[in-house]
């Protein structure tokens, strides 16, 4: 993870850390977590978080479990063809998109590696999108501010001009209008709002 962010650590630097794991059988599953986290601020000021936690170990990973189950299942299944190609393809074997619930991403080798976990979550939600044929998600919300207002049966273009238009097309028309009034950050939006 170091070596894939050289913004943060340049020139082989790495962040100065310490984990410490004990076992004690008197607590069994209960998980007793100490965490402290020291940054610098302003003014070579320091910051210090610190966070003490208690929780049942098992019953904290099992739902990861299962959802690292599902999504690997669920990328089984899925595939990509190309219009230009003959036969579609499938997910590489190195499934990166389950970084979103391990630590330390794997990726295939010259894939960049993402960290961000608002950004892994947005990669598995535009792929479900994408698999149901709906837009992928963007938060840039541009046509407001740019002030021009999306209007019922227009969307943004596509192009780099940010024009908007329409079509004759009724299929088109009927996909605009339920993109336009039904994609509003995951909530369905109604034409009264």
């Known amino acids: 993870m170091v070596e894939s962010n050289k913004v943060l650590y340049p020139d082989n630097?790495?962040?100065?850390?310490?984990?410490?794991?004990?076992?004690?059988?008197?607590?069994?599953d209960?998980?007793?977590?100490?965490?402290?986290?020291?940054?610098e601020i302003f003014m070579n000021g320091s910051n210090t978080i610190v966070c003490h936690n208690t929780c049942e170990d098992s019953l904290l990973a099992s739902p990861l479990i299962l959802d690292l189950v599902i999504l690997a299942e669920l990328c089984e299944r899925i595939t990509v063809q190309l219009d230009q190609e003959p036969q579609s393809r499938r997910f590489n074997s190195i499934l990166s998109i389950l970084s979103y619930l391990l630590k330390?991403?794997?990726?295939?080798?010259?894939?960049?590696?993402?960290?961000?976990?608002?950004?892994?979550?947005?990669?598995?939600?535009?792929?479900?999108?994408?698999?149901?044929?709906?837009?992928?998600?963007?938060?840039m919300l541009l046509e407001h501010k740019i002030g021009a207002p999306v209007q019922q049966g227009f969307a943004m273009s596509t192009a780099p001009n940010l024009t908007k238009h329409s079509t004759s097309n009724p299929i088109m028309m009927k996909s605009k209008h339920q993109h336009v009034l039904g994609q509003n950050h995951g909530h369905m939006k109604t034409p009264s709002q």
């Not at 209960?30 to 940054?39: L, V």
């Open 13 to 28: 630097k790495k962040p100065d850390h310490t984990v410490v794991i004990k076992y004690v059988p008197y607590v069994a």
């Open 30 to 39: 209960s998980k007793r977590a100490m965490d402290e986290y020291i940054s």
């Open 104 to 139: 330390a991403p794997l990726v295939p080798a010259g894939t960049p590696v993402v960290n961000a976990l608002f950004k892994q979550r947005s990669c598995i939600e535009n792929i479900i999108k994408a698999c149901i044929g709906l837009q992928p998600g963007n938060h």
